[in-house]
């Protein structure tokens, strides 16, 4: 058995895209824009940076920050640590073993995504806080009067890993399938056990995609403002809001300043990481299904896990906000109406996903079609906007408006750009993955009879991209969806959309006000996580009928 390291050899055909021509220079036009309105955020705190004063820069050095700091990093590290102990076991579980029901825990697994921190966060109060939902079932049976505190750490702790777990699951997940399953049985053969073979040869072929996986996460708990802000524990997000609510905006760049450092130096170690442990399988390749697992006695215990995994972080939470949602209603509570919310949220997060996948085209063309310097920078630059906390973009643009675009100030269409420089990334990586399996060939035999690059793109490319153009889309829209502080600070006044309905109403502890337009999130971010997940097992059932 051999593990090897090799490097993908580069392979270039001339496309239409490089031709010196109008379409090229629209295509680089595009691009700029795009480039443009993603270095807004970084112009805006190194503005802010300088234009501090001393007092401000002397605060960074303050124990107060210094404990900010602590606890941030404190919280990412428990949290990823904690959702690789759940997703690593559950995706084997899931994709090696002949655990029961194993494709509808597959598909309920990943679900937790479309559940907003925020919406998790009040759900777990609601249920386990001091005077909670369970403490009130303990005290009619055991007459308990009152359950410990779950604020602080430990309510962000569970709340984030319950949420934040699928980022590792789709990651390991996604490498077992990939994964070829001659090397296990090598290893099998040459008499090491099952653990054994787990922990030399399945372990370290997934270091890339636990270092890929556990970043997500970490950046998650990172960004995070909901959950934190109701479980009252300060990050650095939290803190950064309120000095802005407080109009200390110097204060506040300078600590988003400090967040961004983090995250970048997060970015790194994971890139690192995955330099130093990239695993490639050999020639026999991946075509065969992998070897699943007789569990015998063992089926249904990890039924079990299975099953308490979804219980605790779908189940009980859609449980929870239909039981507040008909307590609400049977004790004649008034529900707000939501139609308008409603179609604000579904307009805003609509237009952000077509105008941010029609953003990501250039991006992609480029870096695929045109590679070379400046298309990688854009590409660098294009991922470097995760990086950026949403409470960051946010001030950026606030910033940005109130000074030097004061029409824009509080309109959609500066929501829409917060959207678009937050989650643009998403939609430039299923792009540009779906650009890559167009063969530029195709392309160029239509240039060669005589249509124009335009056209070209128009009746090639664009119909071969539809399916990378639509599941962009849909996760732009599932995200645009549940963001918070973006939608908090830059809506237009009066735009209320089904985030700030539930966030309004939590922060005033109405849970059974909160619970309809949460239930509303769910509901409507899940068709596409739901459509994207079909897409995917149908995919996989394809391959490995091959």
Known sequence: MQIFETRPSTYRLRSPWTALSSASFLLWGAGALVAIALLLPSVYLLIRALGAGEEAWQSLLRWRTVETLARTLWLAGAVTLLAMVIAVPLAWITV???????RVW?????????????????????????RGLFQQWLEQWFGVQRLPSMYGFSGALITLTLLSYPYLLLSVRASLLRMDPALEEASRSLGDSAWRTFWRVTIPLLRPALGAGGLLVALYTLRDFGAVALMRYDTFTRVIYVQYQSFDRSQAALLALVLVAVTLIFVGLEARIQRRARYFQGATGGARPPMIARLGVWRWPAALFCAVIVFFSLVLPACLLVYWLVRGLRAGETIMALGSATWN??????????????????????????????SQLLERLTYSAFALPSIVIALALVFFGANHAFWLYQTLAMLILAYGILFIPQAVGTVRASLLQIHPSLEE???????????????????????????????????????????LLLAPIGFRTLATAVWSAVSEAYFAAAAAPALLIVLMSSVPMTILMLREQNHDRHHRSL
Not at 96 to 102: E, I
């Open 96 to 102: 090696r073993t002949d655990v029961p029901l194993r």
């Open 106 to 130: 597959a598909a309920l697994a990943p679900l937790p995504l479309v559940i907003p921190s925020y919406v998790g966060a009040y759900v777990m109060a609601s249920a386990l806080g001091p």
């Open 345 to 374: 949220s579904v307009l805003a997060s609509g237009i952000a996903a077509v105008v941010i996948v029609v953003a990501a085209m250039p991006v992609a063309l480029l870096v695929v079609r045109r590679p070379g310097v400046l």
């Open 445 to 487: 035999a239509a240039r060669g009879l005589g249509r124009s690059p335009m056209r070209v793109f128009w009746s090639i490319t664009l119909p071969l991209l539809r399916p990378g153009l639509l599941a962009g889309a849909s996760m732009v829209f599932l995200t645009a969806m549940k963001e918070l502080p973006a939608t």
